[in-house]
């Protein structure tokens, strides 16, 4: 049963310390998204990529988060420097494009505390 | 205006019963829609797509209407474990990529 994984599974920092969050997309999955979620704002895009390639990362703060895919087995999200109102769960999603039905699967989360 | 809008909620329904949500989306050129349930401190998990002609998944039908820019989610005899928060999911394409949007969520809690 293939799925997508995300480590770590819980961090707990404290602010302005460097995190990055990995997300193993499922093999022959070829876009992969980034989303925050919080009580308040529920489930926001952050970047979004196909092919390894970044398409759209406007939902993203770019003064610290960054978000790149090294190789099609790993996507990595970064933030640097940590802020407390970036505590959220992160989830990394990964689908296979085809036409207008993409379908996304997600990871299970990656809890951030910035304290 | 929210590009999706959901009633958060939440629905307490008996179990048995029959209960509808609504999701609303203001970009007439949306083209995929889907439904996705999320279990407390849980990823969200597809639950169906959306299509024009309507779809039924054993409890649970999906029906869009382009008109009035809505997709709906019925379900049938609810049951304990139907209880989560259901998102709609709104997918346009625009310049080779899609945009995908989130509701925020309708939670459901069924009642013994």
């Known amino acids: 049963d293939a799925r997508v994984t995300q480590t770590p599974r819980h961090k707990v920092t404290e602010m302005g310390q460097e995190v990055t969050m990995r997300c193993q997309p499922i093999?022959?999955?070829?876009?992969v998204f980034w989303y925050r979620q919080t009580m308040m704002q529920g489930l926001e895009l952050l970047a979004y990529f196909r092919n390894r390639a970044p398409l759209d990362d406007s939902g993203m703060p770019k003064d610290r988060f960054s978000a790149e895919m090294p190789d099609a087995t790993l996507a990595t999200l970064k933030i640097q420097p940590s802020e407390p109102r970036d505590s959220a769960v992160y989830f990394c999603a990964s689908g296979l494009a085809q036409g207008v039905t993409d379908t996304q699967y997600f990871g299970p989360g990656t809890r951030l505390t910035v304290l | 205006r929210k590009e999706v809008e959901q009633d958060p909620g939440p629905f307490n329904v008996p179990e048995g019963a029959t209960v509808a949500f609504n999701c609303t989306y203001s970009?007439?050129?949306?083209?995929?829609f889907f439904w996705y349930r999320q279990d407390c401190r849980k990823e969200p998990k597809l639950l169906m797509s959306v299509y024009s002609s309507g779809n039924e998944d054993g409890r649970f039908t999906a029906q869009l209407n382009r008109a009035s820019q809505y997709i709906s989610l019925l379900i049938r005899d609810s049951k304990l474990s139907d209880s989560a928060t259901y998102l709609c999911?709104?997918?346009?394409?625009?310049?080779?990529?899609?945009?995908?949007?989130f509701g925020t969520g309708t939670k459901l809690q069924v009642i013994p």
């Open positions: 999911v709104v997918n346009s394409h625009s310049g080779g990529y899609q945009k995908v949007t």
């Open positions: 970009n007439s050129a949306s083209q995929s």
């Open positions: 093999l022959g999955h070829n876009t």
